[in-house]
């Protein structure tokens, strides 16, 4: 069972950047792919990015130019390096990770992103 431990949120002003961390307790090299979730009150989980294997990046819209999702095998750590930060994008940001296609396997407990205009 490998865990995903999540840190890097915080409070920033609009405009602001921030780094995410997503550690893992174990080897992310046999992870099919792994990403970040964010949740807003009120409001549906969505996907910001996702990164796999092989290296296809996916990004929402939303985030396009502003985020990058990165991963260092050695370190067992997944990163989100998000830069002009909106009020939108306020939420709690969770970690993923997925062993095959289309399931999610192993999810982090979130970290609190708050962007003040």
């Known amino acids: 069972q490998v865990q995903l431990v999540e840190s890097g949120g915080d409070l920033v002003p609009s405009g602001g950047s921030l780094r995410l961390s997503c550690v893992a307790s174990?080897?992310?090299?046999?992870?099919?792919?792994m990403g970040w979730y964010r949740q807003a009150p009120g409001m549906q989980r969505e996907l910001v990015t996702s990164i796999t294997s092989r290296d296809i990046l996916y990004y929402a819209d939303s985030v396009k130019g502003r985020f990058t999702i990165s991963r260092d095998n050695a370190k067992n750590t997944l990163y989100l390096q998000m830069n002009s930060l909106k009020p939108e994008d306020a939420a709690i940001y969770y970690c993923?990770?997925?062993?095959?296609?289309?399931?999610?396997?192993?999810w982090g407990r979130g970290t609190q992103v708050t962007v003040f205009s």
């Open positions: 993923f990770a997925e062993l095959g296609w289309g399931h999610i396997d192993y």
């Open positions: 174990g080897s992310i090299d046999s992870f099919n792919s």
